[in-house]
């Protein structure tokens, strides 16, 4: 069975600063890895992906993932933080017709 | 713009209603839509996926007489939540996509949040 998890409910960031959100998985074969950002009482916004190939993907609004494969992780990364990013990011598997979220993280950016 | 539209955004009403929520993809034929469902600061619980001219494929320990769900084209999946009573007040979202085995995303409704009073 597959399971992705953010081990953190909640990361706050000085706006300006580096960010990182983290996310683990466990699926056997290849997965297909995305994430996905909500704000208050929306629905889910698709931020990036990976599929094959090179192993740092980038994404909207300047955000960027690396895949690693032997620490099956897919970190989503952004250089310089905005208080707009401030929101609740998804990490998600996707495999064979089977959707697995990650718990979400809650990401807070204070000016 | 949106490529999944999910109507309506709100509701309010008293229990023992029965409220249908539709989701529509815009400018794509979906053959797989799904539905979750997601409680305050929690992550999406998958309700049930919605295969267009078959049954609905419902998680374990969602009642299907409760949710039902009808995926009669390639456009459009609707979820009725019958007798609504206020433990089933939540937020609601659907999402499609191109079909299985498929690396595109999906595409996310922005929710329906209900409430029964």
């Known amino acids: 069975a597959q399971s992705v998890a953010q081990p953190e409910d909640q990361v706050n960031v000085a706006e300006g600063n580096p960010l990182t959100v983290k996310c683990t998985y466990s699926?056997?074969?290849?997965?297909?890895l995305f994430w996905y950002v909500q704000y208050p009482n929306r629905g889910l916004q698709f931020l990036l992906k990976?599929?094959?190939?090179?192993?740092l993907v980038k994404g909207s609004y300047g955000f960027e993932a690396e895949f690693n494969k032997s620490q099956t992780s897919f970190h989503l990364k952004k250089p310089s933080a905005l208080v707009s990013d401030s929101a609740l990011y998804f990490c998600?598997?996707?495999?064979?017709?089977?959707?697995?979220f990650g718990a979400g993280t809650r990401l807070t950016v204070k000016p | 713009g949106a490529v999944v539209s999910q109507h309506p955004s709100w509701v309010i009403c008293k229990s023992g209603t029965s409220v249908k929520i539709e989701c529509r993809s815009l400018?794509?034929?979906?053959?797989?839509m799904f539905w979750y469902r997601q409680f305050p600061k929690q992550s999406l619980m998958l309700m049930a996926t919605?295969?267009?001219?078959?049954?609905?494929?419902?998680e374990q320990g969602v009642e299907k007489d409760k949710f039902l769900i009808n995926h009669a084209s390639l456009t459009l999946s609707t979820l009725t939540v019958t007798s609504a009573h206020p433990e089933d007040s939540s937020f609601y979202i659907c999402?499609?996509?191109?079909?299985?085995?498929?690396?595109?995303?999906?595409?996310f409704g922005d929710g329906t949040r209900l409430s029964i009073l």
């Open positions: 999402s499609a996509g191109p079909g299985p085995n498929s690396n595109q995303p999906q595409h």
């Open positions: 699926v056997s074969g290849n997965p297909y």
């Open positions: 990976y599929i094959t190939g090179d192993n």
């Open positions: 998600v598997v996707y495999n064979n017709n089977d959707m697995r």
């Open positions: 400018d794509f034929q979906a053959t797989t």
């Open positions: 919605s295969n267009e001219g078959s049954k609905a494929t419902y």
